[in-house]
């Protein structure tokens, strides 16, 4: 039974600087094509195995690849030595590694040598650019961005091009582009069009395809125990099965007369091969013992597989007449490499090994490759590093957001590509894309931590110094989707929606299947402009790109959180289980959803430890100690993470201080943080606290300042602005202005309380209590209380409604109830005692036995003092 696949496109280029035409009278098996080459160089790929699961695998293009490697090793394929033939599978496959072999044959090349260039794998199309650039997909190719890690044909064809107009090689190339299962070209007839690309880009060399445009190629077990029928059927013709008239030569003409009738009746008439160019070009020579060999091989076993053959290499002979410690040296750079142990440690990494042996001149034949193989790996890993932002890995995008210090794994990037442009040279024709990457990683380290960026100062100047090197990027490359989406990514929490939408619109039109655009716009509106509406609709234009995606079910999550949509959160972490089972974020969401929301600290404790079951790095519990009043496990917590390589927590110890009533602490950290934060966002809210803190401090006119900088900093609605005017109501009301501060705390009331949701349910409940001690020294009890029950009905969750309401009823000197409150405030974890030993309206309350208790249960240390 056949097994119809969408399979092999097979394009068979043949160029030749020095061809000589055909004559008419046939030629001896011992005559040559044209001329003897010199040498023949070749560079064969074949994945069938890809790292994205959105492009789907292959079962033989490995095997194709193998066979036509063993093929050209072969006396049927020239005998070619193996040290001249660049064999890359699967996950050596990758965009650098090809790119990298296919631009040395120009430097390795000589004139009157031979090229074969052999890809097997998929092919495909852009599918929503006006372009549709055609691609071969390597192993680490982004499904969703095949600009970034896609080889275009047009490098390829500016390859062909230049070795055979400049260095005058002939160069047979040959395109086994795969196009099997849901591709991103697959809604415009991806094959269809990529073998139109092909032909058009190659219109002046002979081809070979494998089938019509429209039509699909098969795969089998039935052929070569696991082959492509038309790379099956194409050896047998080249070693001699489509020589027709005998002459020892296998030109183009028969070539396709041997394919057209052995593929197409296999394949039941639904694939003919198809020629272009000269029909009596010849395409190879015939062996005849290697034919020989072969009718007996297939009469014998059924099948057409070629044996390999063992030849001698060139490291075996370079390393036979070395010494014992260059022979060690080599393998163990050989081993770093195949480590990735690049740059540590020291004396035995990669890039340690590589330069004892450059100047070791017992492997000067060995340079060049050990060169290569090194640019690879520097390469490779940054190719990685561009996948996880291309595409919606939970793991790896979130260590984009978190990069963490100079320890974290994305910061050497910059040296990793400059390292690669000093061993490839700044004439390689990879140098632009190279240096738009080295700039684009060094301004991510620049906007994110400083990194790489010495001598600059506050978070304008950053922002400056990192938009100079992504226009700078840009010249080198201009179709970098990833260097736009950094430039967008700087306009997060700014407000310039203009700016942010423009910059992101030209990544995703680069890259149309992105998501991660459309999540970033999805949080800008979410956490900084709280504008849920306009959050809904991106995030559901990510869910409309990719209907599975972890990561936009994450943010849609996040979104219901907004809306305090607990029973949705819920259904939708669910869902992100059933997909990532693997991944700690669902019970992260919903242990956040509890912290903010429900304040079930129980629960948020229980989904933390299953968190921590799946991934035991996370120290998103930190949060909860310090809000349970476990400030000291906290602190130890961060104190390891920060001797691990973790990042800045001068937010977290801000808040602490903030909590704790260490006013002075609190006021150097949160104007550190002010300063380093680039959100209009975060800024404002720090100057809403910094008020705060000085007026407990009673620095009226300077707390006055920073709250009126933060009203004037937003042109946005935002609870920020709130805070501000309740404080500043505060600072009226110690002036004696009980008109003025009424004003402000009614202001602060009728400002966008729709916006006090989730993380900022404690500023209607903080307003509320500021207000109701306005009304109660003002003797308007009724008021007071209705506004201290507000504040509970708004944050439940939170202590301090509780508490004001317990002072409230010990001024009225209902000690029992306030009693019950104090003891509901401790409950949800009051931070401190000692606010509640310095209260005067406690003074009575403080010499009951109750009062005893609760202080034993809640305070043990203070209480037995």
Known sequence: MKHFLALPLLLLVITLSAQSEKSATPLSPARSLTRSPAATRAVVVGISNYQDKGIPDLQYAHRDAQAFADWLKSPAGGSVPEDNIQ???????????ILVRLYALMTNCQEGDRVVIYFSGHGDVDSRTISRNGFLLAYDTNASAYLVG???????????????????????????????????????????????????????????????????????????????????????????????????VVNLFEIQRYLEDKVSAEAGRHQFPMTVGERLTPVAHVDPP??????????????????????????????????????????EFKNA?????????????????????????????????????????FLDAVQQALNALMTDDPYEV?????????????TRYPELVQRAIDLLGKEHPLYHSLEAKRLFFEAYGITHYGYGASGIQGSDSLKQAARERLHLALRHDTLAPYVYYLLGNMFLGTFQEDSLTYYYEKATALSPNWVLPHLELTWNYLDANLNFEEAGKHIHRALALRPNSYQALEMLAWWHQRYNRVDSVEAVCHQMRALRPDLPNDYLTLERTDYEITRNYDRVRAYWQKAVGVDSTLLSHVFLLHKTRRFEEALRQIAWSQAHGGGNFDWFFAVYYLDIQNWHNADSLFRRVFQDSPSKIDRAAYLAFLGKIHVQTRQLDTAEAFLQRSLSSLKTPHPSQSYSLAWLGVIAQKRG????????????????????????????????????????DQNRFAEAEEKYRKSIELDPGNYIGYYAMARFRARQGKQTEALDYLEKAFDRYYPI????????????????KRFKALMTKHFPKTAKQ
């Open 87 to 97: 064999l890359l599978t699967n996950e050596n496959a990758t965009n650098s590694n």
């Open 150 to 248: 896609g080889v275009k044909l047009g490098d390829l064809q500016d390859i062909v091009s230049t070795l055979s107009r400049i260095n005058k090689t002939s160069v047979l190339v040959i395109t086994d582009a795969c196009h099997s299962g849901k591709l991103a070209g697959s809604e415009i007839g991806g094959t269809a069009v990529t073998a139109q690309a092909l032909a058009k880009q190659f219109a002046e060399e002979v081809k070979i395809m494998s089938c019509q445009p429209a039509e699909y190629s098969l795969e089998g077990i039935q052929w070569g125990g696991g082959r492509g029928l038309f790379s099956y059927y194409l050896l047998h013709g080249l070693t001699g099965f489509a020589d027709n008239d005998g002459d020892g």
């Open 290 to 331: 290697a034919l020989a060999a072969l009718v007996e091989e297939m009469k014998k076993a059924g099948t057409g597989d070629l044996k390999p053959y063992a030849m001698k290499g060139l490291e075996d002979d370079v390393l036979a007449k070395a010494d014992s410690v260059t022979r060690s040296q080599y393998a």
């Open 337 to 377: 490499l195949a480590a990735k142990n690049l740059l540590e440690p020291a004396d035995h990494c990669a890039k340690d090994l590589f330069q004892k042996l450059s100047e070791n001149a017992q492997v000067a034949p060995l340079q060049q490759l050990m060169r290569h193989n090194l640019a690879v790996a």
């Open 398 to 410: 979130n260590q984009w957001r978190e990069w963490l210090g100079k320890s974290g794994k994305y």
């Open 737 to 776: 202005t009980a008109a003025e501060a009424e004003a402000y705390f009614q202001q602060a009331i009728s400002r966008h309380p729709e916006l006090w949701t989730f993380d900022y349910t404690f500023v209607g409940s903080e307003i509320h209590v500021l207000f109701g001690n306005f009304l109660a």
């Open 833 to 848: 005692p000692r606010p509640i030993f310095e209260e005067p309206l406690f003074d009575k309350l403080r010499t009951t």
